[in-house]
């Protein structure tokens, strides 16, 4: 239970006070802070409207005059907020605060490069070393701009990936350890394709700049 600042009624953690609408500044999770069913697939735009109206709510303006505790509980709801927002509007950051929640790390028995991944990866670095070592030779730049497209591809398809296991989680009636573990693998997969491509990136940024 919490009790509000201003009218002092005990309630169980919410966003505002049930009685007089002050913010509480109650620790909730993500998806209760926005008003959300505890569900992976999201409509980013009911995601924003519910950001922007519960900001609202709660903003440090409309308690300018209130009490300090008022006030700061008004300034760690929108904070509390803020921070529900960003960790829910990316599906990766979602998974990965999905994991969270579930008292999950995705280092959590997955430390190496995903199999599938591992030769690609070493390829790749090493067409990387020969560019760094070639500078702005066009025939190097172009071999690493091909292997550019296919990372990107690989990464759009994992994301699509991520989004059907988002939907299995919530058609499903409890989370298995196997469910765990499939999405602890796709998001391994996007981390290193997202690596890869800042990586690729780099290397061509200071090829061109030779």
């Known amino acids: 239970m919490v009790r509000c ?8 953690p919410r966003l505002c006070c ?14 209760a802070a926005l008003g959300l069913e505890r569900k992976l697939v999201i409509d980013l735009m009911r995601l924003e ?48 605060y999905w994991l ?13 490069v995903p199999p599938d991944l ?9 067409q990387l070393a020969d560019l760094r070592e070639a500078g702005d030779d066009a025939a190097s730049r ?12 690989a990464s759009d398809a994992a994301l699509a990936e991520l989004n059907a296991n988002f ?12 469910r765990f573990e499939t999405l602890k693998s796709v998001l391994a997969r996007i981390a290193y394709l997202r690596t890869l491509l800042r990586d690729i990136g780099r290397a061509l940024e200071i090829a061109q700049a030779a």
């Open 167 to 178: 939907a299995a989680w919530d058609r499903a009636a409890d989370g298995s350890e196997a």
């Open 5 to 12: 600042a201003k009218c002092s009624e005990a309630q169980p």
């Open 49 to 96: 409207q519910h950001y922007h109206e519960r900001g609202r709510q709660v903003h440090p303006d409309r308690f300018a005059s209130e009490s300090p505790s008022v006030r700061a509980a008004s300034l760690k709801s929108t904070a509390n907020l803020t921070r529900a927002y960003r960790a829910l509007r990316d599906p990766v950051s979602r998974g990965l």
């Open 100 to 112: 969270d929640l579930h008292g999950r790390k995705l280092s959590d028995g997955n430390q190496s």
């Open 18 to 31: 049930i009685r007089c609408g002050s913010p509480l500044g109650a620790d909730l999770d993500a998806f």
């Open 142 to 153: 172009m071999g690493v701009e091909a292997r550019r497209l296919e990372v990107q591809a």
């Open 118 to 126: 591992a030769a690609t990866v070493f390829e790749i670095q090493e």
